[in-house]
């Protein structure tokens, strides 16, 4: 368990070797850290400001580097904060840091302790901590432009107003009940309580449907390639990743496990899952693969239904995977059909894995599907993410409705099941009850985060 009152320190930029290494301390033992190395006045806040840097004992140069102060409460953290940007020689970073932790209440961070500060001393709630991490692993535009929104505070925002919604419909209650003999209290305070609580159940039930739109970009839309044996699955994967992912031979059943690629689909982020061929076997270990290839497509947003030159149907095939996942219709190998057969009625679309002969159109509708299952990715609006934001706020709605429920059965159940829901919107964004959720979330963070 870390200690509140030591000053930590960690190497906050990329791996060395690199032009520059950011080195980040934090806490009120900042400044004393930093004037041990040097040999003049501590630079003013704010600006950047040429140093050397000296050893704090044989007081021999060990680097010359550009320092920045930030004097709490108006830094990252909420403390003081210094970063030492250094040349990012291995040398370099790895004398400074040994020099750091020799400095009596000074240490080494743990993994995403600042920003687990940050949120303590109140500059960030936990939906932006979340939204920080999602933006510290963003591989896609998409992805940044969602995170980039919830740093910003964009659900704490939407949560905090609704809490407060529910923390005055409480105080009327309240009102009606305690004073209820008190002539300045109108005896009409509740009136119209229960349309609110009404609109405000709705706006919530909006914004869970809304938000899987959020968790999908988070985590990726999920696509599954499925189709009999030696259709050209792995071909396809291999073409969609520009490189040899997957095995690919002539002999049918070659795949029998399921291949995963997370690739960046113009903008889009994707989990494209490469399938074991569905067919009739004795082979257990094929069988078991077919298995896990019918559980992929049954969880997946969208499935690749692929056929080959042969044009053999994949109807019972998407019969037997009962998926409510989109379905895309596509015929590989059209480089062994001669020109005038090249056409498919039931709209399959035509492409060859190994000559590139219409993949770009295959593409293309790939594209326009993952970008209508997220929302063609354009909203700036805050929309929930992780699995938990969802839980909670299923908890909001069902203490909401149980409020309405509760009309005939007093006031007092009434604001029991509002004070439940206002705690669930308070667990949302860390005001109360989420110790134990916070090694969880920060420990996904890197060292220096």
């Known amino acids: 368990m870390r200690q509140a009152d030591t000053t930590i320190f960690a190497l906050s930029s990329g791996s060395v070797p690199a032009g520059v290494a950011v080195i980040r301390l934090s806490g009120s033992q900042s400044r004393f850290a930093i004037e041990t190395f040097l040999k003049q006045a501590y630079p003013s806040p704010r600006q950047s400001t040429l140093c050397n840097l000296y050893h704090p004992v044989d007081k021999s140069l060990l680097d010359q580097v550009i320092l920045l102060s930030f004097p709490a409460p108006a830094s990252f953290t909420g403390e003081d904060v210094v970063e030492i940007h250094c040349h990012g020689s291995r040398a370099v970073v790895a004398i400074l840091l040994d020099c750091l932790s020799q400095i009596p209440g000074v240490r080494a961070a743990e993994p995403g302790e600042f920003s687990r500060r940050a949120f303590e001393n109140g500059k960030l709630d936990l939906t932006a901590v979340e939204g920080l991490g999602d933006l510290i692993h963003a591989d896609t535009e998409v992805q940044r432009r969602q995170a980039v929104v919830q740093m910003a505070g964009g659900l704490e925002k939407i949560y905090s107003t609704w809490r407060a919604d529910i923390v005055r419909m409480r105080a009327l209650i309240e009102a009606d009940l305690d004073f209820a003999d008190e002539e300045d209290v109108p005896s009409d305070v509740t009136d119209g309580l229960f349309d609110e609580i009404r609109n405000l159940s709705a706006e919530i039930n909006r914004h869970i449907t809304q938000g899987e739109i959020g968790e999908r970009i988070r985590d990726g839309v999920r696509i599954a ?225």
């Open 225 to 449: 390639l499925v189709g009999a044996p030696n259709v050209g699955k792995s071909s396809l994967l291999n073409a969609l990743a520009k490189r040899d992912v997957a095995i690919v031979t002539d002999q049918p059943g070659t795949t029998r496990d399921v291949i995963e690629v997370q690739l960046d689909l113009r903008g889009y982020p994707v989990s494209v899952f490469d399938t074991a061929g569905l067919r009739e076997t004795t082979d257990l270990v094929e069988q078991e693969g077919i298995r896990r290839s019918t559980v992929e497509a049954v969880r997946a947003d969208l499935v690749v239904a692929l056929t080959d030159h042969k044009g053999t149907s994949v109807d019972d095939e998407l019969a037997r995977l009962q998926t409510d996942a989109e379905i895309i219709k596509a015929q590989n190998k059209t480089d062994l059909i001669e020109s005038a057969q090249k056409q498919k009625s039931d709209g399959s679309l035509l492409f060859s894995a190994r000559t590139g002969e219409g993949l770009g159109d295959l593409i293309d509708e790939l594209s326009e599907r993952v970008a209508r299952l997220c929302g063609d990715g354009k909203s700036e609006s805050a929309v929930w993410t992780r699995q938990r934001h969802k839980s909670l706020l299923l908890e909001v709605r069902d203490a909401l409705d149980m409020a309405l429920a509760s009309t005939d059965l007093g006031v007092e159940l009434v604001a029991e099941h509002l004070r439940q829901a206002g705690d669930s919107l308070g667990k949302l964004v860390g005001v109360i009850d989420v110790d134990d959720l916070l090694d969880v979330i920060f420990r996904e963070f890197c060292i220096g985060k």
